[in-house]
C-alpha cells in the first residue's frame, strides 16, 4: 500500500514554464516531508524540504507548499531549465523510514 | 555529492546465488538505511542500522540482511536471490535524530 501517492507519472513543459508536482498522504505522524531529484544512474538528491507546521517554503526556483488539513504537498519549479530534466520523488519520513512516492519524470523541453 | 559511497556499481548474478553490497556512509553519519529501488519506482525502505543494531525494518523477508561496523560503513546481504531482486539497491547516511537522508549512487543488480 502506497504510503504517498505522487502525481502526475510524466510532464513536459517548455523552458521557463512552472511545473507543478502534487503528493497526498494519508499518515498523520509524518513529520517531515522531503523531495529528491534524481537524474539517470545516479542516486536520489535531496532538493527541499517542509516540516508540517510550515505552509510553504522557498528555495531558489524550487518551492513547497503544504496543506496540513488536506494531507496535500507540492512542488513547483520556477522558470524550469532544460537541466532540471529528472525524475522526482516526494516523501515522507515517520517511522525511521522514508517512504517515497512513485516519482515524476519530467522533461523541460528547450 | 555526497559522500556516501556504494560499491560494486554494477553486479550480475544468478538465480539462487547470494551477493553482498557495501556502503560508507558519510563522514560523521552513523545511521545507515538501505532502500531497493525496481526501474520506474521510487525506493523501498529495507532496513536502517545504528549503533552496529537493525532500527526499523521495512516489507522484506529475511533473506535480506545487513551488517553496520564500528566505523558506520554497511553490507546488505541478499540470500537465494530471485529475478524480481534485479533493481539499483540504495544506501543512505544520516545522523541519529536528523531527517536529512544523503544517498549514494547506488548498486545495479541483475539477476538471470
Known amino acids: 500500500q502506497q504510503q504517498v501517492k505522487q502525481s502526475p507519472q510524466s510532464l513536459i513543459v517548455q523552458k521557463g514554464g512552472i511545473p507543478i508536482i502534487n503528493c497526498a498522504y494519508e499518515?498523520?505522524?509524518?513529520?517531515?516531508f522531503p523531495w529528491y531529484q534524481q537524474f539517470p544512474g545516479k542516486g536520489p538528491a535531496l532538493l527541499i524540504a517542509?516540516?508540517?507546521?510550515?505552509s510553504e517554503k522557498k528555495e531558489g526556483r524550487f518551492t513547497i507548499s503544504f496543506n496540513k488539513s488536506a494531507k496535500q504537498f507540492s512542488l513547483h519549479i520556477m522558470d524550469s531549465q532544460p537541466g532540471d530534466s529528472a525524475t522526482y520523488f516526494c516523501?515522507?519520513?515517520?517511522?525511521?523510514?522514508?517512504?517515497f512516492g512513485t516519482g515524476t519524470r519530467l522533461t523541460v523541453i528547450p | 555529492e555526497t559522500g556516501v559511497t556504494q560499491s560494486p556499481t554494477h553486479l550480475i548474478k544468478t538465480r539462487g546465488q547470494q551477493v553482498t553490497l557495501r556502503c560508507s556512509s558519510q563522514?560523521?553519519?552513523?545511521?545507515v538505511s538501505w532502500y531497493q529501488q525496481a526501474l520506474g519506482q521510487g525506493p523501498q525502505f529495507i532496513f536502517q542500522?545504528?549503533?552496529?543494531?537493525?532500527?526499523g525494518r521495512g516489507n522484506f523477508p529475511p533473506r535480506f540482511s545487513g551488517l553496520q561496523f564500528p566505523n558506520y560503513s554497511s553490507e546488505l546481504n541478499v540470500n537465494a536471490l530471485e529475478l524480481d531482486d534485479s533493481a539499483l539497491y540504495l544506501c543512505?547516511?544520516?545522523?541519529?535524530?536528523?531527517?536529512?537522508?544523503?544517498f549514494g549512487q547506488g548498486t545495479r543488480l541483475t539477476v538471470v
Open positions: 542500522y545504528y549503533r552496529e543494531e537493525e532500527n
Open positions: 543512505a547516511s544520516s545522523l541519529a535524530g536528523a531527517v536529512e537522508a544523503f
Open positions: 517542509i516540516r508540517p507546521d510550515v
Open positions: 516523501a515522507a519520513t515517520g517511522a525511521n523510514n522514508l517512504f
Open positions: 563522514s560523521g553519519h552513523n545511521t
Open positions: 499518515n498523520t505522524a509524518f513529520d517531515y
